[in-house]
């Protein structure tokens, strides 16, 4: 039986609420490059330069809005006096991948064009967003690094990213295999939806068949479970046997292995060049292991690195942050570290 998820579904749950008026923020809706973007300002006349923060929602690129993230958004914009730009990229499969990225890199372009119009200090340029989001943040982040006539980004902040398409094995894999929102059919399901490929290939590489063995070697040193903290094994974990490479299933989705889709597996040259970052992991989380490999990747590379380790999070617990009675403390504290993290810079 072929897995299915219902996207129209998915995409009117995390439509999220329509945006409400704030006392002490001016909130403006605009459009670049056919790409939603909703600005949050704080009211108060600055005092100085504000902090600029750019920020990518999630949703494995085939739902979630604008609207959805509007509260962490609103929280960041109130507690750190900061501009914040929420991006709406285009979804796929309507819009094809890799339009998400153009989308966010469009966006990110104009808001670093247009400093002086929002009193934001060039210097103080954030990145960020969650789960794909965080994806997103990273490819844009590893982008820029050739755009030398833009200010360069102070940090990035990344939200239970999703970095890698090379081993759906990880212990976090094994370890939260039936803890919900996400489990691993489904982020293999999103991500074939999101590439606009055939499904039917899930269970060939919920088996990593479409891995070639020469690719495995390469990228052992950076994508592996003998990276992992021995604490975080301790839930339980079984390295995988091997099983039989199928190249007719590395060919109709080989994009799960660029460093596009997987900005973990970018060369060394280009990680030891990226910004500070702020990196947040949960426990009950399929993608917990990525955040960890790559927060490794960038201290090997002598990248400062701030690490939030949520014990009780789950992937998606920002989706409630601020539906009051729906709302979890472990969001709570993820976000007030994060306004301490961005109030640190």
């Known amino acids: ?37 909703r600005i949050y300002q704080p009211k108060q006349p600055p005092t100085g330069k504000r902090r600029g923060i750019l ?12 609207s959805k993230k509007s509260a962490i ?25 890799p339009g998400q990225y153009f989308d966010c890199l469009n966006a990110t372009l104009y808001f670093m064009r247009n400093l002086e119009e929002y009193h934001v200090d060039p210097t103080l340029i954030i990145i960020g967003g969650d789960s794909c989001g965080a994806n ?8 820029l690094l050739n755009k ?28 939260n295999a039936s803890v919900p929102i996400l489990v691993p059919k489904l982020v293999i399901y999103l991500g074939l939806r999101y590439l606009n490929k055939n499904t039917s290939f899930l269970d ?11 690719m495995k070697l390469k990228y052992k040193k950076w994508v592996s479970a003998d990276n992992i903290p021995d604490k975080f094994k ?19 989705v080989k994009e799960l292995l660029t460093t596009t889709f997987s900005p973990l597996l970018a060369e060394d040259s280009i990680i030891c060049q990226l910004p500070q970052s702020y990196i947040v992991t949960c426990e009950f989380d399929v993608l917990r292991d990525d955040g960890l490999l790559y927060k490794k990747r960038l201290e090997d590379n002598g990248v400062q690195v701030s690490w939030y380790h949520s014990e009780s999070g789950f992937h998606g617990v920002l989706g ?21 993290y961005i109030n640190s810079l």
């Open 1 to 37: 039986m072929i897995f299915q998820y219902d996207l129209s579904l998915l995409r009117f749950v995390s439509d999220g609420i329509p945006p409400w008026r704030d006392s002490k923020l001016l909130i403006k809706d605009l459009k670049v490059d056919e790409v939603p973007l």
């Open 55 to 66: 920020y990518f929602h999630g949703g494995a690129g085939t739902f979630g809005s604008i």
């Open 73 to 97: 958004c609103r929280y960041i914009a109130r507690e750190c006096n900061s501009v914040v730009v929420s991006v709406g990229y285009r979804l796929a499969p309507e819009h094809p991948y």
């Open 136 to 143: 997103f943040a990273t490819v844009i982040c590893q982008i």
């Open 148 to 175: 030398r006539d833009l200010p360069k980004v102070r940090a990035q902040v990344l939200i239970y990213p999703g970095l890698q398409g090379l081993d759906f094995h990880l212990p976090s894999y094994q370890q």
């Open 204 to 214: 060939d590489i919920l088996q990593n068949c479409y891995v070639p063995d020469s």
């Open 234 to 252: 301790i839930r339980g974990y079984k390295p995988q046997k091997s099983t039989s490479y199928k190249p007719e299933v590395h060919e109709a």
């Open 320 to 340: 409630f942050f601020g539906y009051g009675i729906f709302s979890f403390l472990s969001g709570k504290k993820i976000m007030d570290n994060i306004v301490n």
